[in-house]
């Protein structure tokens, strides 16, 4: 069992930057492939960037893509997002995930592929 809790969100405007963060509880953070989802008002939620248990592979989705920067740090059982050029658009509630299984460079973009989730940090950009 992995109880995941995000952090870092809140109110900001274009072009700023802000870091989520994603800290996990339980046995073997280590083991575990780490996402980053986010769900807009009025839309489904979606794939933003993922990184896997090793930190060797990294994936974002393409609207991110050289802005966000995902990371992680095992000793400290935590995952962040870098969130650079913020725009109206990133507007949303990010959430992190982790999915068990897979090998050091193993990531996953499908929400079905997670297995834990955390609650949600709020994301609001102002223009």
């Known amino acids: 069992q992995v109880q995941l809790v995000e952090s870092g969100g809140g109110l900001v405007q274009a072009g700023d930057s802000l870091r989520l963060s994603c800290a996990a509880s339980?046995?073997?953070?280590?083991?575990?492939?780490m996402g980053w989802f986010r769900q807009a008002p009025g839309k489904e939620r979606e794939f933003v960037s993922a990184?896997?248990?090793?930190?060797?592979?990294?994936y974002y989705t393409d609207s991110v893509k050289g802005r966000f920067t995902i990371s992680r740090d095992n000793a400290k059982n935590t995952v962040y997002l870098q969130m650079n050029s913020i725009k109206p658009a990133d507007t949303a509630v990010y959430y992190c995930?982790?999915?068990?299984?897979?090998?050091?460079?193993?990531?996953?973009?499908?929400?079905?592929?997670?297995?834990?989730w955390g609650q949600g940090t709020q994301v609001t950009v102002s223009s």
């Open positions: 995930a982790a999915a068990r299984g897979g090998g050091p460079k193993y990531i996953s973009t499908g929400e079905g592929e997670y297995d834990y």
């Open positions: 990184i896997s248990w090793s930190g060797g592979s990294t």
């Open positions: 339980g046995r073997a953070f280590n083991t575990y492939a």
